[in-house]
């Protein structure tokens, strides 16, 4: 069974439905044969069935971000908050989705529930886009009846994670795009502006100032080692991202570094605060267990250090220890959460009062993001005018000399 499933192609078909419409669609089997028996389990009489053929360049198109997953989750929750039958919801959501490879997931599996099988157990089959934490959810759910009600949460839970993502890109795209342009433009000024100034200033046949020979030199080694320059810098971004794939230690040693720089470590410490507050009260709303929920938070902590600290409280609270002093022990986190911890503890509101954390958390963020952006555009322009600027001052330097001789 797993080899067949793991040999499944895609197959393009048209036929007769239920009501006696003609009726168009894909389907994913092991044989043509097996997608015509999936389609009459489905209430479809097929007429054609034929492999889809691959495009000839490019696959298929862009790729499923986790953005795309949760509009499709949203998505689905309010169909069936309104009543739309489930399988009908997967066709309405694929019948809306732009990317076709969107199209293509929403397909296969709107039809493995149409034969049968469960939403978890679906979704499970993609864990790329469908982590365990998702797909316990939904499983969880289904298994209550209230799936409808879960998804509800998970959309949330996904939109408000994905949120906190683009609000820490936002912090950091500005300032490393404005850095990678500053270095373009100087290696540009070095390599074809500064040797023009230099065929120049032969012919005075006087000396140089020292700041204007220190730029000349940085010219000349630039133009004969450029190369070699530029394969070092892509050797250690490929080196640095190994690394922190391969290496445990290296990516904590990395996260705790993060945690303790200026500024940025502020929005990334709230930023994880606020996903473990978001991640716990999302799944112990949903009736999972505190340790299995704590190890899914663990899983969705985004820090390493973090990740250790949470899976040291699951270890102390499978010991009979209370969440309130497992996580006050690890001395990672602050005293607002704990607070609202106890309270929520003592009170049996834990959910409401770990949301209610999580908003705090997420609006500091925002803050600290919009706030860092005014804050960065006049140092950036003011590095960029050091670096611009010091070179064009370096080669009109000799030029403002000879004029003050003359």
């Known amino acids: 069974m797993a080899t067949s499933a793991a040999r499944n192609d895609t197959f393009v078909w048209n036929g007769i439905d239920r009501s006696g419409r003609s009726s168009t669609g894909e389907i994913r089997a092991a044989t043509p044969a097996m997608a015509k028996a999936q389609l009459r389990r489905q209430g479809i009489q097929p007429k054609n069935v034929r492999k889809k053929s691959k495009p000839l360049f490019g696959g298929q198109g862009k790729p499923i971000k986790p953005a795309d997953i949760a509009v499709f989750t949203r998505q689905l929750a309010t169909m069936l908050k309104a009543g739309v039958p489930l399988v009908q919801s997967f066709d309405i959501v694929a019948e809306g989705a732009e990317k076709p490879r969107m199209k293509e997931l929403v397909s296969?599996?709107?039809?493995?529930?149409?034969?049968?099988?469960?939403?978890?157990?679906?979704?499970?089959?993609y864990p790329r886009l469908f982590d365990d934490l998702f797909c316990s959810l939904v499983a969880s759910g289904e298994d209550s009846g209230t799936l409808e009600t879960m998804?509800?949460?998970?959309a949330t839970y996904k939109e408000k994670t994905e949120q906190l993502k683009a609000k820490i890109k936002k912090a950091l795209t500005y300032p490393t795009a404005v850095v990678v342009v500053a270095i373009v433009v100087t290696a540009i000024l070095l390599i074809k502006v500064v040797p023009q100034f230099a065929e120049t200033f032969r012919s005075f046949g006087s000396d140089l100032p020292a700041f204007t020979l220190f730029v000349l030199h940085i010219s000349n080694f630039v133009q004969k080692w450029w190369f070699v320059i530029l394969l070092m810098i892509v050797a250690?971004?490929?080196?640095?991202?190994?690394?922190k794939l391969r290496s445990v230690k290296f990516a904590e040693f990395l996260d705790r570094l993060i945690l303790r720089a200026p500024i940025f470590g502020a929005i990334v410490h709230d930023s994880v605060i606020a996903r473990f507050s978001r991640t716990l009260a999302t799944t112990f709303a949903a009736g999972v267990p505190l340790v299995d929920a704590l190890e899914s938070t663990a899983g969705a902590a985004g820090n390493s250090v973090y990740a250790k600290a949470i899976r040291q409280i699951k270890d102390d609270v499978t010991s009979g220890s209370t969440l309130y002093s497992s996580t006050k022990a690890t001395g990672l986190f602050p005293n607002m959460l704990l607070q609202m911890m106890s309270?929520?503890?003592e009170s049996g509101a834990l959910d409401e009062m770990l949301d209610k954390v999580a908003n705090h958390y997420e609006e500091a963020v925002d803050n600290?993001?919009?706030?860092?952006?005014?804050?960065?555009?006049?140092?950036?322009m003011a590095i960029l005018g050091v670096l611009v600027g010091g070179?064009?001052?370096?080669?009109?330097?000799?030029?403002f000399m000879l004029g003050s001789v003359i």
């Open 368 to 380: 600290a993001v919009d706030s860092l952006s005014s804050l960065m555009e006049p140092m950036i």
């Open 236 to 243: 250690a971004i490929f080196l640095f991202r190994e690394a």
């Open 151 to 154: 998804l509800d949460r998970v």
């Open 391 to 399: 070179l064009m001052v370096a080669m009109y330097l000799p030029i």
């Open 108 to 125: 296969n599996v709107r039809n493995d529930v149409a034969s049968g099988s469960g939403l978890a157990p679906s979704l499970a089959k």
């Open 343 to 345: 309270i929520g503890e």
